[in-house]
């Protein structure tokens, strides 16, 4: 019913910037948060940002070099991450706080998630 695509990972040199963007689709009448989580190889998933209309939210981590930002029109939002590390290569996913009608709870949905690969 719901569906979200990242795009913007890639190959990219320390210090360097990358942009991923998330689309949601689909059966959505309202969105409440979003927000984009990590997982590097043999870790848990991380919380990396998250957007509600009260306010962002990061990770110590990438406080200060990422900022994460929402279209509420166009279902959208973007992670604009700039001085990169190698710590932060991970498959980094998009997720939402969804609701398909005025009838339906919230339920969160994942994207399928892209990679994300700093180079020393």
């Known amino acids: 019913q719901v569906q979200l695509v990242e795009s913007g990972g890639g190959l990219v040199q320390a210090g360097g910037s990358l942009r991923l963007s998330c689309a949601a689709s689909?059966?959505?009448?309202?969105?409440?948060?979003m927000g984009w989580y990590r997982q590097a190889p043999g870790k848990q998933r991380e919380l990396v940002a998250a957007i509600t209309s009260g306010g962002t939210n990061y990770a110590d981590s990438v406080k200060g070099r990422f900022t994460i930002s929402r279209d509420n029109a166009k279902n959208t939002m973007d992670l604009q991450m700039n001085s990169l590390k190698p710590e932060d290569t991970a498959v980094y996913y998009c997720t939402a706080n969804v609701r398909v009608s005025v009838w339906r709870r919230y339920d969160d949905y994942w994207g399928q998630g892209t990679q994300v690969t700093v180079s020393s």
């Open positions: 689909g059966s959505i009448f309202s969105i409440n948060s």
